[in-house]
């Protein structure tokens, strides 16, 4: 809210082009809520890969747009995670302003005053032509997202949890986003990725056993039951034990309780808390909730995870806990090597935007990614429209689309179409298309010339994204 200044130097840009009846959409260092009208994306000298993807997030709740802008790259992976996130965002960005070559030429910049310059088909190279032609074959389906983004207040990326506030998993989520209607993006980090993982599934009742006073353990399918009646100070409720090894942890689960806050106790192999691994507030819900609690423990033994509820009152307290997961990497691993990474995808069937592979959704899963082929989900049945891409557009452009059948029956997709250039849509000179799987379009009149053509019906995706990508690199 303080930053006005640059709220009002950004709204006399736009004001300018408006007078000319031409858009433009521009960087700006200074940006906040009241902005998210203006055709402005943030973006940052600060340059950490995690809090990029973070400020993805931060940015879509405000209804404003940031780009994860690609500069420099510390290696090869690091490079191909931030081609790939900068693609899969509001707006892909290459800043090399301090390299006096081309960045994909040499990304170390040292090495690039020097004139140190890589071959012509390296791998930085072949990385940006790959990621930048499939961010122009994704133009049409992004302009529909704008166009959401425009007339309903949607923002184009956004947290999971904006679109299933219900799912109790979405809300701590921080390095996942929805771009437009339908694709999930979930990218690699240093903080998120792995190459090996050790993971245990607390499921069975019969492990725990019941602490400080009167505590009866259930089982109701794949929940265990505390039904707790005592009073008095600590935590109240059950325990059990587990073999951890040293290092980073992470414990997940689910949980609803009528008896205020839940808590949880991690201890030792000597009998004292474990850092980090005491929590308290987990609040009083009906249904099921997500709780998650992160840690690096000292030592590798045998632990006691205590589950309840802490100073009970007196009087029937009831608690239940599911899907109690524990999660460690390797204390040592090299995560700068690592391509794996656990992905949270909501209820419902999603498909690998790659190959179109069947995913199952309300769960987590382990996928593992390439340099070329970064996490990426469509949802199930959707058609998804993807240019052949364009060297550079002008207001002439047409696109030429193919549709991607992700799933048996998919839904017909949408395309807006105005002049691209103008302000004319404000008077109505625009559309929405509609098309189906067998490549028939429902184009409204709408005055403006036709800047898309549809090739044909629908295709498998993993022979049609590649195809369309090794067309454009040629």
Known sequence: MRNLLGRFGNQAIYDAFKQQNIRTFSLTRALNAWSAALPMAIYSDEYKFEDFIRYNLSAGVQGILWTPEVRNADNERDWALRLAAATFSARMTYNGWQFPHLIWQ???????????????????????????????????????????????GIAPVRPLVADCPED????????????????????????????????????????????????????????????????????????????????????????????????????????????????DDFPHAQGWQVGVVQGTLPKTGTYSLYLGKADASSGARHMAFRNITVIQKPQHQDSKTAWSREVYLPEGQWRDFWTSTAVAGGQWQVVTATPEHPPVFVRDNTLLPLAEPLVTLNDKSIFTIHLAAYGDNPRPCQLYEDDGTTFDYEKGKWATLTVNSAGEVQRPDHGQPQRYRIAGKAEYPSALVERILEAAAR
């Not at 040292?110 to 791998?123: C, F, G, I, V």
């Not at 930085?124 to 983004?149: E, V």
């Open 168 to 279: 109790g998993s979405t809300r701590q989520l921080d390095d996942e986003w929805m771009l437009g209607a339908d694709i999930l993006v979930a990218p690699l980090t240093g903080a998120n990725s792995f190459g090996t993982y050790n993971r245990q599934v607390v499921d069975d009742a019969k492990r725990f056993q019941s602490m400080n006073g009167n505590c009866k353990i259930t089982k109701d399918g794949e929940a265990i039951e505390l039904a707790m009646d005592f009073d008095g100070p600590a935590i109240k409720g059950a325990r059990t034990s587990l073999e951890l090894q040293a290092g980073p942890c992470t414990i997940r689960f689910a949980y609803r309780t009528d008896s205020g806050n839940a808590g949880l106790r991690l201890w030792t192999p000597e009998g004292s808390e474990a850092r980090g691994f005491h929590v």
């Open 106 to 152: 040499q990304p170390d910049i040292s090495a690039s005053e020097h004139n140190q310059l890589l071959p012509d088909d390296n791998p930085y190279s072949k990385l940006a032509r790959r990621f930048s032609n499939l961010r122009m074959a994704l133009l049409p389906y992004l302009y529909q997202a704008y166009s959401d983004y425009h007339r309903k």
